[in-house]
């Protein structure tokens, strides 16, 4: 009876979740419920906002009454640094000022309001905070014919032609979205004929894993291995775009041998891989086959984003286990502690969890498309609403290309895994606090010697680099850590000569002091142009004498080459 009634309660959460994308309605209905609650019982707060409504009433009286007296009068109140809504000079021109400096102020006040009540659970009061800014965001008047100066001039300028071809992009978007079918213009983007070309073979292959081994670009090469681990909650061909910014061809052009790990991408039958199967068929088999077919007894390890967790948990798995195979551990974009992970940890609690197991429960993994719709409420102003406008209103499809093409090809998450992922390192924080097991005994990040390289972005909303910064408490070995400009992804993919590129650097000794993450960009030294060059230069002083290029796999060893890259893998939908 017990197995009945879990079954009833799965299916019925995964209907709910279905409908509202993982989000559990209990949960947001709990956080407002504390907040409105609370507000209730803070009549200072209430005496508060109320001083605040009517300031910013009388400021909003006073710019109208100065912009009747001038044209140029100073503004009320200025947006935020990152928000574009209201650049155009059209919301210089009345009665548009008006109505973009009175959202402005309202925007204001609501954060206010949502922020600072005495008694609401921290995560209760992120989640209505950023729920709020969700409906504001929604009701900006650049989202409106009547309030959008901009989007009225272009009717006037195109005579409505714009609307049309706007409703033609959404009847297009909306039938390839039913048929499953890749945004307008992805097609164009075909690993291995526009983007993940560089040459290579599949030399390795598992129910997890394709491992592609690059062909030397040198007469000679550095003999320790570069073996990359990318996420599986992304295609690995974010490393290999296209000729131009691919990581892979430029540590092949500095005589680096480089073997990448390109995941499966899993279905309802992969449901019971956990994380242990993926850092077994993943980063344990890879180094196997990547020592036995180079020859050499040390590697240097690259994971991007989950990937870097994974290789962080199986660095500190072969330290305990005495297993000396990496020379060096560079991790870009991936969090080794969660207690800080940023607005993403909005959807991570036991509420949203239970709706997310549900969910991946009758299923069996999680789709891209699920996940997406978190990403994008991070930046809703970005990915949402303005492609709203742009595309559907202004009739304006922004032109595809490449990092585009790429996030628009999803992978999925299976069931066991991601629910261990969600639960023991966001939830449970297990691998910082030192009780994450592997095999049943538990693993530290301080028991990690090899020299390890962190490159974390400014404007990263999957990894905060606040978050990611925090390895420093962790680990005592020489560490060097990265902020450069840019996001999760466009701040990674940093080839040299791209414009507008910088970071900060700096290296901490073994056991040497460590600063807080805002001290440490004081005491940090600022650079421009791509950090891909002075990772470069830190992987050649950790490696030996270049040698002669290893063969393309190595058949007597067990390892033939078995497909040309990008193999079969990185094609799965």
Same mark, same amino acid.
């Given at each position: 009876?017990?197995?009945?009634?879990?079954?009833?309660?799965?299916?019925? /959460?995964?209907?709910?979740?279905? #409908?509202?994308?993982?989000?559990?309605?209990?949960?947001?209905?709990?956080?407002?419920?504390?907040?409105?609650?609370?507000?209730?019982?803070?009549?200072?707060?209430?005496?508060?906002?109320?001083?605040?409504?009517?300031?910013?009433?009388?400021?909003?009286?006073?710019?109208?009454?100065?912009?009747?007296?001038?044209?140029?009068?100073?503004?009320?109140? !200025?947006?935020?640094?990152? !928000?574009?809504?209201?650049?155009?000079?059209?919301?210089?021109?009345?009665? #548009?000022?008006?109505?973009?400096?009175?959202?402005?102020?309202?925007?204001?006040?609501?954060?206010?309001?949502?922020?600072?009540?005495?008694?609401?659970?921290?995560?209760?009061?992120?989640?209505?905070?950023?729920?709020?800014?969700?409906?504001?965001?929604?009701?900006?008047?650049?989202?409106?014919?009547?309030?959008?100066?901009?989007?009225?001039?272009?009717?006037?300028?195109?005579?409505?032609?714009?609307?049309?071809?706007?409703?033609?992009?959404?009847?297009?978007?909306?039938?390839?979205?039913?048929?499953?079918?890749?945004?307008?213009?992805?097609?164009? #983007?075909?690993?291995?004929?526009?983007?993940?070309?560089?040459?290579?073979?599949?030399?390795?292959?598992?129910?997890?894993?394709?491992?592609?081994?690059?062909?030397?670009?040198?007469?000679?090469?550095?003999?320790?291995?570069?073996?990359?681990?990318?996420?599986?909650?992304?295609?690995?061909?974010?490393?290999?775009?296209?000729?131009?910014?691919?990581?892979?061809?430029?540590?092949?052009?500095?005589?680096?041998?480089?073997?990448?790990?390109?995941?499966?991408?899993?279905?309802?039958?992969?449901?019971?891989?956990?994380?242990?199967?993926?850092?077994?068929?993943?980063?344990?088999?890879?180094?196997?086959?990547?020592?036995?077919?180079?020859?050499?007894?040390?590697?240097?390890?690259?994971?991007?984003?989950?990937?870097?967790?994974?290789?962080?948990?199986?660095?500190?798995?072969?330290?305990?286990?005495?297993?000396?195979?990496?020379?060096?551990?560079?991790?870009?974009?991936?969090?080794?502690?969660?207690?800080?992970?940023?607005?993403?940890?909005?959807?991570?609690?036991?509420?949203?969890?239970?709706?997310?197991?549900?969910?991946?429960? /009758?299923?069996?993994?999680?789709?891209?498309?699920?996940?997406?719709?978190?990403?994008?409420?991070?930046?809703?102003?970005?990915?949402?609403?303005?492609?709203?406008?742009?595309?559907?209103?202004?009739?304006?499809?922004?032109?595809?290309?490449?990092?585009?093409?790429?996030?628009?090809?999803?992978?999925?998450?299976?069931?066991?895994?991601?629910?261990?992922?969600?639960?023991?390192?966001?939830?449970?924080?297990?691998?910082?606090?030192?009780?994450?097991?592997?095999?049943?005994?538990?693993?530290?990040?301080?028991?990690?010697?090899?020299?390890?390289?962190?490159?974390?972005?400014?404007?990263?909303?999957?990894?905060?680099?606040?978050?990611?910064?925090?390895?420093?408490?962790?680990?005592?070995?020489?560490?060097?850590?990265?902020?450069?400009?840019?996001?999760?992804?466009?701040?990674?993919?940093?080839?040299?000569?791209?414009?507008?590129?910088?970071?900060?650097?700096?290296?901490?000794?073994? !056991?040497?002091? /460590?600063?807080?993450?805002?001290?440490?960009?004081?005491?940090?030294?600022?650079?421009?142009?791509?950090?891909?060059?002075?990772?470069?230069?830190?992987?050649?002083?950790?490696?030996?004498?270049?040698?002669?290029?290893?063969?393309?796999?190595?058949?007597?060893?067990?390892?033939?080459?078995?497909?040309?890259?990008?193999?079969?893998?990185?094609?799965?939908?």
């Amino acid at each position: 009876m017990d197995g009945v009634a879990e079954t009833i309660d799965r299916a019925t /959460s995964a209907m709910i979740a279905q #409908f509202t994308k993982g989000l559990s309605p209990a949960t947001v209905a709990y956080a407002f419920s504390d907040w409105a609650l609370h507000l209730a019982l803070s009549p200072g707060k209430q005496m508060q906002l109320g001083q605040k409504a009517l300031r910013k009433q009388t400021r909003m009286i006073d710019y109208m009454m100065r912009c009747c007296a001038q044209q140029d009068a100073d503004p009320a109140i !200025d947006p935020l640094p990152q !928000d574009k809504r209201f650049n155009d000079p059209a919301w210089k021109e009345q009665p #548009f000022n008006w109505i973009a400096q009175a959202f402005l102020l309202n925007q204001q006040w609501w954060d206010a309001a949502t922020t600072g009540v005495k008694g609401v659970n921290h995560h209760h009061e992120d989640m209505v905070e950023f729920t709020t800014r969700q409906i504001l965001d929604m009701l900006a008047p650049t989202n409106f014919l009547a309030t959008n100066p901009v989007l009225q001039q272009k009717i006037v300028e195109t005579k409505g032609q714009c609307l049309i071809d706007g409703f033609q992009h959404l009847i297009e978007d909306m039938q390839r979205n039913l048929r499953g079918e890749p945004p307008m213009g992805a097609e164009k #983007f075909k690993p291995g004929d526009t983007v993940a070309t560089a040459k290579g073979k599949i030399v390795y292959r598992n129910r997890l894993i394709e491992l592609i081994q690059y062909e030397p670009t040198t007469e000679k090469v550095r003999p320790e291995p570069v073996l990359i681990v990318p996420a599986w909650i992304m295609k690995y061909y974010i490393l290999d775009l296209s000729p131009h910014n691919s990581l892979v061809k430029w540590l092949t052009d500095q005589g680096f041998t480089v073997f990448m790990i390109s995941w499966h991408n899993p279905d309802a039958d992969d449901r019971d891989l956990s994380m242990e199967s993926y850092r077994l068929l993943g980063p344990m088999a890879a180094i196997d086959a990547v020592t036995k077919i180079t020859g050499s007894s040390k590697l240097h390890a690259m994971g991007y984003c989950l990937g870097g967790t994974l290789l962080s948990i199986t660095a500190a798995t072969m330290a305990r286990d005495h297993d000396d195979r990496l020379a060096s551990i560079t991790l870009l974009a991936a969090q080794t502690e969660f207690s800080e992970p940023g607005e993403l940890g909005l959807f991570i609690d036991e509420g949203q969890l239970n709706m997310l197991e549900s969910m991946m429960w /009758s299923q069996g993994y999680l789709d891209s498309s699920q996940m997406g719709g978190a990403f994008q409420m991070l930046r809703s102003n970005d990915l949402i609403w303005s492609h709203v406008l742009n595309t559907y209103m202004m009739g304006e499809r922004d032109p595809m290309f490449d990092l585009m093409a790429w996030n628009a090809d999803g992978t999925r998450m299976p069931y066991a895994m991601h629910s261990q992922y969600l639960r023991r390192l966001f939830l449970e924080d297990q691998l910082a606090e030192g009780k994450y097991e592997v095999e049943g005994r538990e693993i530290t990040l301080s028991s990690i010697h090899q020299p390890i390289f962190v490159v974390s972005t400014e404007r990263d909303h999957v990894a905060p680099w606040h978050s990611v910064h925090k390895i420093h408490l962790l680990t005592g070995t020489e560490l060097t850590f990265v902020l450069t400009s840019g996001g999760h992804n466009a701040g990674i993919v940093s080839e040299p000569g791209h414009k507008h590129r910088s970071f900060h650097i700096l290296t901490r000794q073994p !056991d040497g002091p /460590s600063y807080g993450a805002d001290e440490w960009v004081s005491h940090a030294k600022y650079q421009e142009g791509s950090w891909w060059i002075e990772w470069g230069k830190w992987l050649e002083n950790r490696s030996g004498t270049p040698v002669a290029p290893p063969s393309m796999g190595a058949p007597d060893k067990g390892y033939p080459p078995l497909h040309d890259a990008p193999g079969y893998y990185v094609l799965e939908h």
